[in-house]
């Protein structure tokens, strides 16, 4: 079973939709992170949250906007995305500070049109 | 930041025999280095991971090796099965000095297990 769960699974959207992706957590983890998958390459970090606040930024254009309302709720939303923009999106969780295991959720397809 | 290499791009073994992926990373301050197993369509999978404090971790068929003077690591699979098929990637802190951190990945392997 997945501990992390994404939805939604799969979405949709044109380039000039506002859509919201998803992340929820109840291992008592205080560090949540988004990764960008595209296909046959490896996950790729976007944004890093540490105790509700967000510490890493990896230069991610500002059509997509994270959101971290609780220490068990990660959200990120989408705005005028771009046909590249089409992938595979994953959220993890790990414990707390330092370099923990992180455990990924199933991800949500996104495909813009 | 760190930069993970790894290999082989693809990997095809008989089911039964053994499987080594390597990978090296270039930031001699990286203390872990996890490893994920990723099915067709799947979540990444943590299969086994190791701290730079421990030269050797196993768990039934699948170990990890570390080199900290070389900067590479190693994955194991031993009798390798039908399910073991599925790309393997490798991972290190993205920055080093703690913190919450990311992680980055190697390129990724793909194992074939042949009947």
């Known amino acids: 079973d997945t501990e992390v769960t994404q939805t939604p699974k799969h979405l949709v959207m044109g380039m000039t939709n506002k859509k919201s992706l998803k992340c929820e957590q109840h291992m008592g983890h205080r560090a949540m992170y988004w990764y960008k998958q595209k296909a046959k390459k490896p996950p790729e970090l976007m944004f890093v949250?540490?105790?509700?606040?967000?510490?890493i930024n990896e230069s991610v254009p500002s059509r997509f906007s994270p959101e971290c309302p609780n220490s068990s709720l990660l959200n990120l939303h989408l705005h005028a995305l771009q046909p590249e923009d089409s992938a595979l999106y994953l959220c993890?969780?790990?414990?707390?500070?330092?370099?923990?295991?992180?455990?990924f959720g199933d991800g949500t397809r996104l495909s813009i049109l | 930041g760190e930069n993970v290499e790894q290999h082989p791009s693809t990997l095809s073994v008989q089911e039964g025999d053994s499987a080594v992926i390597k990978c090296t990373y270039s930031d001699s301050a990286s203390n872990y280095f996890p490893w994920y197993k990723q099915e067709l369509g799947k979540r990444p999978q943590l299969i086994i991971d190791i701290r730079s404090n421990v030269g050797e971790k196993k768990d039934q068929r699948i170990a990890v090796t570390l080199n900290k003077t070389a900067k590479h690591f190693s994955l194991h699979i031993t009798e390798t099965q039908p399910e073991d098929s599925a790309v393997y990637f490798c991972?290190?802190?993205?920055?080093?000095?703690?913190?919450?951190?990311?992680?980055?990945f190697g390129k990724g392997t793909h194992l074939i297990i042949q009947p």
């Open positions: 993890a969780s790990s414990p707390r500070f330092g370099t923990q295991p992180q455990h």
């Open positions: 991972a290190a802190p993205k920055r080093s000095g703690g913190g919450a951190d990311g992680l980055t």
């Open positions: 949250y540490s105790y509700e606040k967000l510490s």
